[in-house]
């Protein structure tokens, strides 16, 4: 294929991408109860929300609804991006790159999961009964509960890609399992740092709910560095 055969072919996927979220937006946004019952399930029931702006509500309603679309034609443009760069790769490459690409989605998902069932609802629990001083009451606006969500989900889910960055890295050699156990104590303290920040509640317990698995996660990083060694 030429250049020009290519950027039409971009062009093509692309496109239906922009559709595939368009129909997806389209229906997570007329399931407006079964959508929210979702966002708002890790709220605690003595929390409310409130609206302070005359749109808020409904603009709230459609960036979720894109959120929840992308979220559920994800797996479609994957496969849109990756049947666009399979007939460059060989054969092998393109066995590890499907790989990789079904690992690191799995990865995400997990990411978030563990956000939305563990981290977030304790996250909410804390900030919502901080106070300053007791006659500054805490007043969470919709915008603010779904932004919040929607950020710690999207941390969680970068970070446990990292088994997937050191493969990269260690495929085009960066890497090195024994650099890795080297400087372990000081990925620990990174973890740490990392951990407070996604969770500013502060105790340790919370704060080991999301450095443990980061630290698993480095440990798993270790062994598949090491198997690409081999």
Known sequence: MTFWEHLDELRSRLWRIVLAMLVAMVVCFC???????????????????????????????????LWAGFIVVS???LYQLFAFVAP???????????????????????????????????????????????????????????????ILSLLLGIVFELPILCWLLAKIGMLKSAMMRRYRRH?????????????????????????????LLWELSILIVKRVER
Request: charged share 10%; aromatic share 12%.
């Open 187 to 215: 990925a620990i303290v990174v973890i740490v740092i990392v951990g407070a920040i996604i969770t500013p509640t502060g105790d340790p317990f919370t704060l080991s709910l999301v450095s443990v698995p980061i630290y």
């Open 88 to 150: 460059g790769l060989y054969s092998v490459e393109r066995r590890l790159a499907l790989r990789a690409v079904l690992t690191g989605y799995l990865l995400f998902l997990a990411g978030v999961a563990l956000n939305y069932f563990v981290i977030f609802p304790i996250t909410v629990r804390f900030l919502a009964g901080y106070q300053v001083n007791a006659e500054v009451e805490n007043t969470i606006t919709l915008a603010s509960y779904t932004n919040t969500l929607g």
């Open 75 to 77: 797996p479609y443009i």
């Open 31 to 65: 399931f407006k109860e079964q959508l929210f019952s979702i966002i708002l399930h890790p709220k605690p029931s003595d929390l409310k929300l409130i609206s302070v702006e005359l749109t808020q509500q409904f603009l709230t309603h459609m960036r979720v609804a």
